[in-house]
């Protein structure tokens, strides 16, 4: 891309599309590290153009995407362009043929629909969105956040993400295989049962060492029964949960905090440095140290 020219987004747009979609895409990157363009039918040629293409939504998961912008996807992922979709505007992107042989997600409503229509794909039903670094899909709703903050992360660094969402009042970051949370909560009660209880406590002892065992008597579960019934509230398991809280709760200790980045991990609950380390690189896609270096920079 020249130097000085910002980076283009391009946003699908039509009459009555997703608006809280639309309207996350245009709160995020109607900043000056972007140029947002909206574009209406008709106005394809300046969507094939962008650095980025985004398609919130498609007029008929059903029915054909429009002609024209399939072909506009094409050219731009031809050119070299950035592909996201979020929610139905994943099926955009799969009737452009850009998601064969990929994995892919999208609200988990279509999930079914997406794998029918295009067995192709390796659909995530689960997931809050899928990098697949030249396109990207995202779930719905809240989830278009997760994706949009994401892109300004890998595109601008951790402390232009965190200004967005602090500007938004959203968590700066959830890691993309989360679960969608609109799954756990048709599929279990929001409140009261054991695995929420088990939840509750190891959030109140992170730092302390915890176990499959425990947590699962702290839900008054069997410990299988208690694997089940946390998969399905979470779409995960248990340790792998608890990790991403660590992670969590270690962020405020690394950008505000006076602890050495090696002591951080012992602090909520990662003995090991290098373990620490891993998995936070795993999850934020950057080490502990460049983290507070981020964060203290914004």
């Known amino acids: 891309m020249p130097s000085g020219r910002p980076h283009t987004v391009a946003v699908a747009a039509f009459d009555g599309l997703a608006s809280y979609e639309f309207g996350t895409v245009v709160e995020v990157f109607g900043r000056p590290e972007y140029d947002l363009r ?39 992922h031809e050119r070299g362009a950035r592909v996201v979709s979020i929610c139905s505007g994943v099926f955009a992107l799969a009737a452009a043929g850009l998601l064969d042989g990929r994995e892919a997600t999208t609200h988990w409503q279509y999930t079914e629909l997406l794998r029918r229509r295009h067995p192709r794909i390796l659909v995530r039903p689960d997931v809050l969105y899928v990098d697949g670094g030249d396109v990207l899909t995202g779930a719905g709703n809240a989830a278009a ?114 602890l050495p980045v090696e002591e951080v991990g012992a602090a909520v609950g990662i003995a090991s440095p290098a373990t620490f380390r891993h998995h936070f690189t795993r999850a934020m896609k950057m080490s502990p140290s460049a983290y507070r270096r981020a964060a203290r920079d914004g």
């Open 38 to 76: 909206v574009c209406a039918p008709g106005q394809e040629d300046v969507f094939a153009a962008a650095d980025t293409q985004i398609v919130v939504a498609v007029p008929d998961v059903e029915g054909e995407v429009p002609p024209r912008l399939v072909a506009a996807l094409r050219d731009g």
């Open 145 to 258: 956040l997760d994706l949009c903050l994401h892109l300004v992360r890998a595109d601008h660094g951790a402390a232009v993400a965190n200004a967005v969402a602090r500007h938004l009042l959203v968590p700066a970051h959830r890691e993309g295989d989360q679960a969608q949370v609109a799954v756990a909560a048709v599929r279990e009660p929001a409140a009261g049962d054991g695995v929420e209880r088990a939840m509750a406590w190891a959030l109140d002892h992170l730092a302390s060492p915890i176990t499959v065992a425990e947590l699962a008597r702290r839900a008054h579960l069997a410990p299988r029964t208690f694997l089940r019934h946390f998969a399905q509230r979470t779409g995960t398991s248990p340790l792998r949960w608890v990790v991403a809280q660590r992670i969590a709760a270690s962020l405020p200790l690394l950008a505000h905090g006076a």
